[in-house]
């Protein structure tokens, strides 16, 4: 079926009608498959206009097919559903076709759809999924993705790299040791060293699993026996005690801060957990955190630097503590939560941006830092 009309780009240049029609095969969120028909004209400047972007704006107008990739196989697949069910239905179905991939079933139907895919939303976290697998799996099929590329993703989940890295940038962390599987250790020399109570938990797990506050010296080898069901390593920090503060970046090479969050655990959890960071008024969420000017500046500074340092892109989140006007960094994450009500979102909405808008800024970032990076045509 021809179109007789289209879309000028360029008000004041002559343009060329194209029509043209399009059958996809869709996939959606409860399985089902069906077709879409679409005969949608463009129009572009001719010759001899000068439009400089005219091949992305086209690409810009058309409606794109995204993946949604959810669920996964580590600890926090539930967290995964959960948010990945809810982007579902933020994203604009007016400029998206969403096809839905959970990473524990689906990898072969993403290899074989790669080639009409304009990019993938990952929300899944802890490992398979925000450690920089995905992302690699991503890059040899040529799909833009949102976030962190192989890099900033396997050095922001590896908690004892980012700190090594957080010290060479400058910023503030607690004192912290390792403890190998397999390898002995001497709590009372680590205790001595970090001090009561201390933090322990995996090197390599988000979203606090497998971590425990330790308050007595008898409770340490339990406490890294539970961090190490997790991984290889544990980390114990010293326990800084302070208000805990988190803030979200956005941007590729421009990288802007959004506004902070002060996160309050609830009287029933000892700091902010899985129970405490996902089930409702568990915790409360002060955004904007009541901060002064200076406070506020000092802490997006913060967040942008550890973004920077772990080689993370288009968007993150930063932990820390802030004590007697000093910012502990605590760790980054780099696929937050993504609930409508969660901390990122939260933050962004504070900015003046709706979820929607969140997630369309957020593909669109992923497209460009892929075609800033790819040499294919």
Not at 127 to 139: A, K, N, R, S, W
Not at 273 to 286: F, L, P, R, T, V
């Amino acid at each position: 079926m021809m179109a007789t009309a289209g879309l000028s780009l360029l008000s004041d240049a002559p343009v060329l009608q194209c029509p043209f029609g399009q059958r996809r095969r869709l996939h959606g969120l409860d399985g089902a498959w069906g077709f879409e028909e679409s005969a949608k004209p463009v129009s572009w400047p001719a010759f001899g206009s000068t439009a400089a972007n005219l091949g992305e704006r086209i690409e810009e107008m058309q409606k794109k097919n995204i993946a949604l990739i959810f669920g996964g196989i580590s600890s926090e697949r539930e967290v995964s559903l959960n948010s990945g069910k809810q982007v579902y239905e933020a994203l604009d179905k007016e400029k998206y076709t969403v096809l839905t991939y959970d990473p524990r079933s689906d990898i072969l139907r993403l290899v074989a759809d790669a080639e009409r895919i304009d990019c993938a939303l990952i929300i899944l976290h802890g490992p398979y999924g925000e450690d920089g697998t995905v992302q690699g799996l991503l890059d040899l099929l040529d799909i833009p993705y949102q976030g962190a590329g192989v890099l900033g993703s396997a050095v922001a989940m590896n908690k004892l790299l980012s700190k090594q890295l957080y010290e060479i940038a400058g910023l503030t962390v607690a004192p912290y040791a390792v403890v190998r599987r397999g390898e002995s250790a001497d709590g009372d020399t680590l205790i001595d060293r970090l001090g009561l109570p201390l933090v322990v938990k995996p090197v390599e797990t988000g979203s606090s699993v497998g971590m425990t506050i330790v308050r007595r010296a008898a409770d340490l080898p339990e406490a890294v026996d539970k961090a190490l069901e997790f991984g290889s390593t544990a980390m114990l920090e010293a326990y800084i005690e302070g208000r805990e503060i988190t803030c979200g970046v956005l941007g590729n090479e421009a990288v802007e801060a959004l506004p902070l969050i002060e996160i309050i655990p609830g009287k029933d959890h000892e700091f902010f957990d899985y129970a405490a960071k996902y089930e409702a008024g568990a915790s409360q969420e002060i955004c904007p955190a009541h901060l002064d000017e200076k406070l506020t500046r000092k802490a997006q500074s913060c967040a942008i630097t550890a973004h920077k340092a772990l080689h993370c892109q288009g968007y993150s989140r930063t932990d820390m503590i802030l004590r007697d006007g000093e910012y502990h960094v605590l760790e980054t994450n780099t696929i937050p939560g993504m609930t409508a009500t969660s901390l990122f979102p939260q933050s962004a909405s504070a900015a003046g941006m709706t979820f929607g808008q969140l997630l369309d800024r957020l593909i669109e970032l992923g497209i460009r830092a892929r075609r800033r990076k790819t040499t294919r045509g």
